[in-house]
């Protein structure tokens, strides 16, 4: 597994570094947006697997569980190459992208993520019912209520 840290490396990446079978990276461009921390994940994931496709995921869905991340890894497969997340009449992360995809990722600029390009191509997309990742941390008081 590889997680991308940015502005604050230097405080979360001491609290991955107990944790098995994680790789840290550090997106030193994370000011160009959120696209150059997605670049930055998918390199180091292609510089050490041969892998068919991606998941990507997010540290701030704080209700989507292992469980929820399996749902999509089992939808995916040769006929299913982007299965996505859909929650709030949308598609977005967490996601499964084959690996055909990846440069198209790696090539988005700006504050864009997998989130845009999933809705970009949205009749490609297989969609899995995840209600759970309609939630997140953007603020100390999104922060209260999941703690």
Known sequence: MVVVVGADAELVSP????????RTVVNDR???????????????????S???GVLITLADQPLVDAAALRTLLDAFN??????ASEYGGTVGVPAVFGRQHLD?????????????WL???ESSVTRVPLP??????DTREDFARFA
Do not use: F, P
């Not at 609290?15 to 994680?22: G, H, K, P, Q, T």
């Not at 759970?132 to 941390?137: F, L, R, T």
């Open 78 to 83: 040769a006929q299913h190459q982007v299965v």
């Open 104 to 116: 198209s990722l790696m090539g988005l600029t700006g504050d864009a993520g997998a989130g845009a």
């Open 15 to 22: 609290a991955l570094s107990s944790l098995r079978d994680i």
């Open 30 to 48: 994370w000011q160009e947006g959120l696209s150059s921390s997605l670049a930055c994940g998918l390199r180091a994931v292609l510089g050490i």
């Open 132 to 137: 759970a990742a309609a939630h997140d941390v």
């Open 50 to 52: 041969e892998c068919d």
């Open 119 to 121: 809705r970009s191509r």
